[in-house]
Nanobody
Framework: QLQLVESGGGLVQAGGSLRLSCAAS????????IAWFRQAPGKEREFVAA???????FYADFVEGRFTISRDNIKNTGYLQMNSLKPGDTAVYYC???????????????????WGQGTQVTVSS
C-alpha cells in the first residue's frame, strides 16, 4: 500500500478556492489510480473524483464542473483543485489510492486500499 499524506484544507468563503494535495510514498505510484472522497458530520463517506494512471478522470454529479483532479507523477502527488466552493462542500476530504482491477468505475470506499488521514474543508456563507 501507498502511504498518503494530505494537506491544503482550510476555511474559505463561499465562491472561493482551495487546492488539496496528497503526497504519496511507496513503490510504483504510476500504477495507482488516485481518488478523493469526503465525509460530512453524520453522513457516510462519499466519492468526489478519481484519476487513472493514464490521467483519465471522472467526478461525482455534485461537482458540477467546479473541481479538477490531477496528478504529478514526478512529485508522486495527487491534487484536487476546488473552485466556486459552496457551504455544502464542507467536509473532511480524504485521498485514496489503489491499483485495481475493477469491473467498473471505482466509486466505492471498498475499491481503495490506501487512505490518507483526511483534511478539513470548511466553506462559510
Amino acid at each position: 500500500q501507498l502511504q498518503l499524506v494530505e494537506s491544503g484544507g482550510g476555511l474559505v468563503q463561499a465562491g472561493g478556492s482551495l487546492r488539496l494535495s496528497c503526497a504519496a510514498s511507496g513503490p510504483t505510484f504510476t500504477d495507482y489510480a488516485i481518488a478523493w472522497f469526503r465525509q460530512a458530520p453524520g453522513k457516510e463517506r462519499e466519492f468526489v473524483a478519481a484519476i487513472s494512471r493514464g490521467e483519465g478522470s471522472f467526478y461525482a454529479d455534485f461537482v458540477e464542473g467546479r473541481f479538477t483532479i490531477s496528478r504529478d507523477n514526478i512529485k508522486n502527488t495527487g491534487y484536487l483543485q476546488m473552485n466556486s466552493l459552496k457551504p455544502g462542500d464542507t467536509a473532511v476530504y480524504y485521498c485514496a489510492a489503489d491499483r485495481g482491477p475493477w469491473t467498473g468505475l471505482p466509486r466505492s470506499t471498498a475499491d481503495f486500499g490506501s487512505w490518507g488521514q483526511g483534511t478539513q474543508v470548511t466553506v462559510s456563507s
